[in-house]
C-alpha cells in the first residue's frame, strides 16, 4: 500500500510540473502584444507616407521648414525601435527570416537618414539661389533695358531666368542644355558692360551655376527617398511577423490541445486515487469498527478474569490470614475450574501439612516449649530446600494494603524482611498469575 501510494503522489507531482509547462508554452501568444506589434508597424508605414509627402513639399516649397521632417523622422526611428526584438520568442527559420527583414529595414532606415540631411543641405542651397535669382536678375534686367547699349544684355538675362526656373520646375535634360547655352551667351554679353553691370551678372551666373550643380543632385536624393522599396521592406518585415505569428499560434494551439488532453488524464486519475482512497477509509473504517468491538469484549473478558482472580485470591488470602490466626480446621472447596482448583487443592494441601506438622509441633511444644511459627516455617522451609535440591527458598506474603510482597521467611540473606511489588519479579509474576514458574537461571532473571 505505501508503495503504491508513493507512486500515485509521484504520478500526480509529475502531472502538475508536465500540466505548469504545457500551460506556460500554451500561454506564448501574447495578443496585446501582437496588437502593439501590429499598431507599430502600421504607424512605420503611416509615418514613412507622411515622410515621403512631407519631402516632396519641402522640395516643391509648400514647407519653408524642416521641423516636420525632424518630427516625422523621430516617430519612424521610435517605431523602428519598438519592433527590433519581436523575433524573440518566436520558432526556429520564422524568427531567422523575421531577424533578416528587421535587419534589412534598419539599414534602409540608417542609409535613408543621411540622405534626408544630405537632402536637407542641398536643398537649402537650392533653395536660397532660387529665392536670391528672381528678385536680383528681375532688378539686374530692369536696369539695362533702361540703356539702349544694354537692351540686348537685359533680354539674354530674361531668357536665362525664364530658363533657370523651368528647369528648378521640369528638371528635363533639353531645358538644362538650354540653360547652359543661355548662361553661355550672357556671360558672353557682359564682357562688353562696364565693371558694375559685369559683376552683378557674375553674381546671378553663380546662382544659376547653383541650381544647375544641386538639381540633379537634389533629384536623385529626393528619388532615393521617395524610393518604393523603403515601403516594400516595411511590408516584409509586417508579412514575415505575421507568418512566424501564425507558426507561434499553431504550436501553441498544439500545447493547448496537449494541455487539455492531460488535464482531463489527470483529472480522471485524480478522481481514480480518490475512489481509491474512499474505498480504503471505508475498509479502514470498518476494520477500526471491528477491532474497537474486539478490544472491547477482550476488555469485558480481562476485567471479568480480573475480578474472579481477585475474589479468588481473597479467598486464598482471608484462608491464609486464618491459618496464620492457628485455624487449621479451614477448607477450601474445589468445584472451581483451571488454576483456581489447583490454587485451592495446594492451598488444602498444605493446610493438611501444616496441619499435620502443627500436631508434631504442639508434640514438640509439649516436649520443648521453645517452638514458634517462625521457627517452625523456617524448619519447613529448611527440609523443603534439602527435598528440592534448592540454594536457598523464601516464602513472600502479599501486603493487600501496600500491593506489596514481603518475606515471611527468608533463607540465605542478611535482612530479616524483603518487601516488593506485587507483579515485580518471579514473585511478583508467580503471584500476578497464580501459576508455578520453574525458571532454569533465576540469578539472571530481572
Not at 508536465?18 to 502584444?33: E, G, I, K, P
Not at 509615418?47 to 521648414?65: F, M, P, Q, S, Y
Not at 533578416?100 to 535613408?112: F, N
Request: no cysteine; hydrophobic share 45%; aromatic share 4%.
Amino acid at each position: 500500500m505505501e508503495t503504491l501510494s508513493l507512486r500515485q503522489v509521484a504520478l500526480i507531482a509529475a502531472a502538475a510540473i508536465a500540466l505548469s509547462a504545457l500551460y506556460y508554452l500554451s500561454q506564448s501568444v501574447d495578443l496585446d502584444r501582437h496588437a502593439r506589434i501590429q499598431h507599430t508597424l502600421q504607424d512605420l508605414k503611416h509615418w514613412d507616407a507622411v515622410l515621403k509627402r512631407d519631402i516632396l513639399r519641402t522640395r516643391t516649397g509648400l514647407l519653408n521648414h524642416y521641423d516636420t521632417l525632424v518630427s516625422t523622422r523621430k516617430s519612424i526611428l521610435g517605431a523602428h525601435d519598438s519592433i527590433v526584438d519581436i523575433a524573440n520568442g518566436m520558432p526556429d527559420g520564422a524568427s531567422e527570416t523575421l531577424q533578416e527583414s528587421i535587419g534589412t529595414l534598419t539599414q534602409d532606415l540608417e542609409t535613408r537618414g543621411r540622405n534626408l540631411e544630405r537632402f536637407k543641405q542641398h536643398n537649402a542651397i537650392l533653395r536660397n539661389s532660387l529665392s536670391y535669382l528672381p528678385a536680383a536678375a528681375g532688378a539686374l534686367t530692369e536696369r539695362l533695358s533702361s540703356i539702349p547699349e544694354t537692351a540686348r544684355l537685359a533680354a539674354e538675362m530674361s531668357w536665362v531666368l525664364r530658363d533657370a526656373l523651368l528647369y528648378n520646375l521640369s528638371g528635363d535634360d533639353a531645358l538644362r542644355e538650354d540653360l547652359r547655352s543661355a548662361v553661355h551667351v550672357l556671360s558672353k554679353a557682359s564682357e562688353t558692360v562696364d565693371d558694375e553691370p559685369r559683376s552683378d551678372i557674375e553674381n546671378i551666373l553663380a546662382h544659376v551655376a547653383i541650381i544647375l550643380s544641386q538639381k540633379p543632385v537634389l533629384d536623385q536624393l529626393v528619388a532615393d527617398l521617395l524610393n518604393p522599396q523603403s515601403g516594400a521592406r516595411i511590408d516584409a518585415v509586417d508579412r514575415h511577423y505575421n507568418a512566424a505569428f501564425m507558426l507561434l499560434e499553431d504550436r501553441a494551439a498544439i500545447y493547448q490541445s496537449l494541455l487539455f488532453v492531460l488535464a482531463v488524464l489527470t483529472v480522471l486519475y485524480v478522481v481514480f486515487v480518490l475512489m481509491q482512497l474512499n474505498r480504503a477509509a471505508a475498509s479502514l473504517e470498518a476494520a477500526n469498527v471491528e477491532l474497537e468491538e474486539r478490544v472491547a469484549a477482550r476488555t469485558a473478558e480481562l476485567s471479568d478474569t480480573n475480578t474472579r482472580l481477585r475474589v479468588h485470591l481473597d479467598r486464598i488470602g482471608q484462608a491464609m490470614e486464618r491459618a496464620e490466626r492457628g485455624d487449621l480446621d479451614i477448607q477450601l472447596t474445589e468445584n472451581v475450574e483451571g488454576i483456581y482448583a489447583t490454587l485451592y487443592r495446594r492451598f488444602n494441601r498444605m493446610v493438611a501439612g501444616i496441619r499435620d506438622e502443627a500436631e508434631i509441633l504442639k508434640v514438640a511444644q509439649e516436649l520443648s516449649g521453645e517452638l514458634k511459627l517462625d521457627a517452625l516455617l523456617a524448619r519447613i522451609m529448611a527440609t523443603t530446600t534439602d527435598l528440592l535440591d534448592a540454594d536457598r527458598s523464601t516464602i513472600f506474603v502479599h501486603d493487600r494494603a501496600n500491593s506489596e510482597l514481603w518475606s515471611r521467611v527468608a533463607e540465605g540473606v542478611d535482612v530479616t524482611e524483603i518487601r516488593i511489588p506485587d507483579d515485580a519479579g518471579i514473585a511478583g509474576k508467580v503471584f500476578s498469575s497464580g501459576m508455578a514458574e520453574n525458571v532454569a537461571d533465576p540469578y539472571s532473571h530481572d
